[in-house]
């Protein structure tokens, strides 16, 4: 029996290199040694004769550094120095390739204790907005290669380091080398490198460039049952796949002829689907009654290939059409001899490859080279979080960068504020390629310059601020930008006094307001445009008396006002003191929006640690207002705060400890246990409702939720449920109609779509969202589900019930037990509240009443009285909700 095991990429580059026989070129070739300076620097690497060179023309960050002098003779000169991010969540390379063309890239990443701690890092490494694979370095002098094959959607790629721990992301090299575009195919995905070995006589060499002129590194491998048998003669391996002739020259066959030969791995992932390579070419000098015949079957005889011969001196390649995996994660060949064979099977070259599913899209690439340009033009690169793709994935948006994320298309940005960016020079007309933009703000800067007519074609643009740029030349407004402003369909705030609003209007005339952070505790608070419509009697909140202007651009917003005392000190906590409330993040629990959450226990009670990502200044923005909103807010609905930590850049958030996880988790018995009933469904519903309708008239000011979803509907021990994750929530002045605009947030699916085209911001856009989640509790189907007839939640209840009855979408796990004429009622209400127009939705005082009268009807029905459905009322008038109309029932 044969058994082999390979360790997932541990490549060791020893210091033999074989010879190659001739130099090709390296057309296509980009070989960069990160951190080599000075940063114009080639060199010829000595036994590959690959031409490398510095990284910095293609990364802005990170700091060089060198392995240390003692390990440099056991490696090749591209990893001597590397480059290491010590600061930002996420660092990017930038690179120039040929879109749609297929490569092969290689991070090779050796610690080599280049910074003196000799702690092995950890982190991830990203391909534009997706995960690629994690990096874990084994030992202070390990290789780890790490290799993807990829089809570049876009002319420019980036490659990313992501921080995941507390050890530092660094790179030695990283190499891109274009492939024949026609080899590797796979279904869907791409692949990352598993193992790729030959099997020589002698162990510890490894074949790469120039052999390989696509630059493969072939890894040697050897053992004891195994025999090498090798040939002079060339070996035909003139195909796609380009395979070297050293590489085919030798094979493996097994010591003891007579028994099958068996050849295994392990992959960590057992969900992993793999492409499986194997090369063959008889390289023996057969007698003419010789015969070579072998089956080869894997994991208990599912056939792979049978009858097989390999050719004389000729490559043959032989891979599966589509991913195979395993349910143990073990692959296990058996290569056996066939009836008429004379000798064993043979294998010259194996390579083992898993899909991995890119399936995050990059942002618009016009839109990406707009930044990249504005980035550069403005000298950003001090922005931290302005990494990678811009708005991609969300987690990583950059600072000042808002942006919408339509389904299946690729994201945009619909807001950028670069206010006190130090801006110099003129306004760039990079600004114009974003054309889905609603909202900039290039206020104080140092701009000068013209302002440019482009604002005026820009059909979206709603609000435009040049405030505080002294040097800005505002004589000369372009004609077309001044038509939009006078046409209302624009504002544009230059500072004070020099404001051009839309017109007035006899009753209602819109004043623009900036609100602006106030020092203290809450400076690096949002800074962001809010812009609403307010009753010219109560313009109250504008400084100036008479005629509506832009009080220099500051209205204080007295929601989020400057009151600092609000962070009380008895709630804070330390960061020591979180670690051992956590005892060190022990338990995890989930990961929300902007970090992981931990289970921890707080003077004997079980408490919710959300520790928050401390990289984007989003991020410190959104807890900021969490905090300020949760201390501020209680309710039995709601998710009560009992702490936070504010600890220099370590920010939590400590909540009250829920014991049942989320309701999503709850329905699709994710967390076992029994399946909520009609009754529990019910009882949460309207508890949920309960907690909304908090927000919307119990709070002063009023406040709207922004992300409702059964994500964020978390219960306890006795399934009570409570409404959480307030990151998202703003405040909005009580005086005046109720709209803000900001810049659109919340989650695929449950956004309210009029909110979406308009950013106009109300009550009624959680009322939407409820309305989802009602669909969800009834129907346990996914918000979205591309395979349904109709991929909306929304949509397909419509649809379904235009065809069947109310049976035909109730949650199949409720096995009928359920109230009809009771699910009819809150489908009538869940599908009024996402009536596309919003003043046709109830209100959530109105939505928590009919569902008072759900749960009476269950409890009426579970009691065994009939009599109150006779009673049901029904008061929303569906007919304009959608293309549904109440069917037989
Ligand atoms: C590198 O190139 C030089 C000059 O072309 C050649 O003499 C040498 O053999 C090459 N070395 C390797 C390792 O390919
Ligand atoms: C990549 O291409 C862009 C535009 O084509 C160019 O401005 C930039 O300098 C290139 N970057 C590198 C590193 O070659
Ligand atoms: C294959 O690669 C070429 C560049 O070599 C590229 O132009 C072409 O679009 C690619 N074909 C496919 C199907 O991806
Ligand atoms: C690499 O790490 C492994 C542990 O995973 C260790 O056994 C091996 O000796 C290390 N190799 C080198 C060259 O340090
Ligand atoms: C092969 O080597 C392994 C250990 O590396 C040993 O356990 C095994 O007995 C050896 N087998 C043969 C046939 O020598
Ligand atoms: C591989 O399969 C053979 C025969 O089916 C079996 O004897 C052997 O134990 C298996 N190896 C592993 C690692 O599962
Ligand atoms: C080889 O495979 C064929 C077809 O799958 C099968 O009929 C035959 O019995 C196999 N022979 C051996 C020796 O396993
Ligand atoms: C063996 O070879 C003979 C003659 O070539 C053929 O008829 C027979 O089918 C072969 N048997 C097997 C098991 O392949
Ligand atoms: C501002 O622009 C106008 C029109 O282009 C020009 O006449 C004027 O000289 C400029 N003013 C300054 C201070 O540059």
């Known amino acids: ?119 092995l890092p950890s982190f991830d490494l990203h391909i534009g907005p997706n995960k690629w694979s994690s990096v874990k370095i084994r030992g202070v002098t390990n290789t780890s290669m790490h290799e993807i094959i990829h089809v570049i959607p876009q002319n420019s790629l980036q490659v990313c380091l992501v921080k995941t721990g507390p050890t530092t992301p660094f790179i030695s090299s990283l190499e891109f ?76 066959v097994p010591k003891n002829a007579s028994q099958p030969w068996h050849l295994w791995w392990e992959l960590d992932d057992i969900t992993a689907q793999s492409y ?9 000098n057969l007698k003419a009654s010789d015969i070579r015949e072998f089956n080869i079957t894997y994991n208990e005889g599912i056939r792979w290939y049978s009858y097989l011969r390999p050719s004389k001196l000729s490559i043959s390649i032989f891979s599966n059409p589509k991913a195979v ?9 058996t290569f056996a001899m066939t009836g008429n064979s004379t000798l064993p099977p043979l294998l010259n070259a194996l390579e083992i490859y898993t899909v991995v599913d890119l399936l995050q899209l990059e942002t618009n690439k016009d839109e990406v080279t707009a930044m990249m340009n504005i980035k550069e033009t403005y000298g950003l690169s001090k922005k931290i979080s302005w990494q990678g793709d811009p708005c991609a994935p969300q987690i990583y948006l950059w600072e000042g960068v808002n942006c919408s994320y339509p389904d299946s298309e690729a994201s945009r940005i619909i807001s950028l504020n670069l206010n006190a960016s130090e801006l110099t020079g003129s306004i760039t007309s990079d600004i114009s390629k974003l054309t889905q933009l609603t909202v900039l703000d290039l206020s104080n800067n140092d701009l000068s310059g013209e302002i440019p007519a482009f604002f005026a074609d820009m059909k979206l643009l709603k609000l435009i601020n040049l405030s505080g740029n002294p040097r800005l030349n505002l004589t000369a407004i372009p004609d077309s930008l001044q038509e939009r402003v006078n046409s209302n369909s624009l504002t544009l705030i ?90 060190n993040f022990e338990r995890v629990l989930g990961k929300g929006g902007f970090g992981t959450v931990y289970h921890g226990n707080l003077d004997d009670a079980q408490v919710a640690v959300k520790m928050l990502s401390h990289s984007s200044a989003q991020g410190y923005k959104e807890f900021k207002a969490e905090v300020e909103l949760l201390l501020r807010v209680h309710h039995r609905h709601l998710v009560g705060l009992v702490g936070y930590c504010d600890d220099g850049d370590n920010l939590a958030l400590i909540y009250e400890y829920m014991a049942n996880g989320d309701l999503r988790e709850n329905m699709s018995g994710k967390r076992g246990g029994n399946v909520l009933t009609w009754e529990n469904r019910m009882q949460i519903a309207v508890e949920a409702a309960q907690g909304l309708e908090y927000l919307h008239n119990g709070c002063r000011p009023p406040m709207v939720h922004r992300d409702v979803k059964t994500t964020n509907i978390l219960l306890n021990e006795r399934c009570g449920a409570k409404l959480a994750d307030f990151g998202l929530s703003r405040s909005f002045p009580i005086d005046g109609e109720c709209h803000v605009s900001t810049v659109v947030a919340g989650t695929p699916g449950y956004l309210d779509p009029e909110y979406y085209k308009t950013n106009w911001l109300s009550e009624k856009s959680d009322v ?30 419509g649809f379904m019930l235009t065809k069947g009855d109310i049976k035909s979408i109730v949650d199949p796990k409720l096995m009928g037990d359920f109230d009809t004429n009771g699910a009819w009622k809150v489908v009538e209400l869940a599908l009024a509240c996402v009536n596309p127009s919003s003043n046709r939705r109830p209100t959530m005082a109105h939505v928590v009443m009919e569902l008072n009268e759900c749960v009476a009807f269950e409890n009426a029905r579970r009691q065994g009285s009939e009599e109150m459905y006779s009673m049901a009322s029904v008061d929303y008038s569906l007919s304009s909700a959608s293309e549904f109309a109440p069917g037989a029932r």
């Not at 996914?782 to 991929?791: C, D, F, L, T």
């Open 325 to 333: 995996s395993s349910s143990n994660g073990i692959f296990n060949f």
């Open 1 to 119: 029996m044969k058994t082999l095991h390979w360790f997932l990429l541990l490549l060791i580059i020893a210091f033999t290199v074989l010879r190659s026989v001739e130099a090709q070129n390296q057309a296509g070739f980009i070989s960069l040694d990160c951190g080599l300076v000075p940063k114009e620097t080639t060199y010829v690497e000595r036994s590959t004769n690959i031409t490398y060179k510095s990284d910095a023309d293609y990364i802005d960050s990170g700091l060089v550094g060198k392995i240390n002098d003692a390990y440099k003779t056991l490696f090749q000169q591209q990893v001597w120095a590397l480059r290491s991010f010590p600061v930002g969540q996420r660092n990017c390379y930038n690179v120039n390739l040929t879109a749609s063309r297929k490569y092969l890239i290689r991070g090779t990443f050796v610690y080599g204790n280049y910074d003196g701690l000799n702690q």
């Open 177 to 252: 080398r274009p492939l024949n575009n026609e080899t590797y195919a796979t279904q869907s995905g791409s692949l990352t490198l598993f193992a790729r070995v030959y099997f020589p006589s002698t162990s510890s060499s490894f074949i790469r460039y120039d052999e390989d002129i696509h630059d493969r590194v072939w890894n040697s491998y050897t053992d004891n049952e195994t025999v090498s048998i090798s040939t002079d003669l060339p070996v035909d391996t003139s195909n796609i796949y380009d395979v070297p002739q050293s590489v085919m020259k030798t094979a493996a």
């Open 768 to 797: 939407y969202s409820f309305g989802v989640v009602l669909l969800e509790i009834v129907t346990n189907q996914p918000v979205i589900n591309k395979m349904r007839e109709r991929p909306h939640i929304n949509e397909w209840v």
């Open 276 to 284: 499986i390579y194997m090369h063959f070419a008889e390289v023996q």
């Open 494 to 583: 230059l500072g004070e006094n020099q404001n051009l609003n839309p017109k007035k209007e006899s009753k209602k005339v819109p004043v623009v307001a900036i609100a602006a952070s106030v020092a203290g505790v809450f400076a690096l608070l949002v800074i962001f445009a809010i812009y609403f419509v307010i009753k010219r009697k109560s313009a109250k909140n504008t400084k100036a008396p008479g005629p509506p202007s832009v009080a220099s651009g500051i209205v204080k917003s007295e929601t989020r006002s400057s009151n600092p005392s609000i962070m009380t000190k008895e709630r804070k906590i330390t960061y020591p003191e979180v670690l051992k409330m956590t005892n």
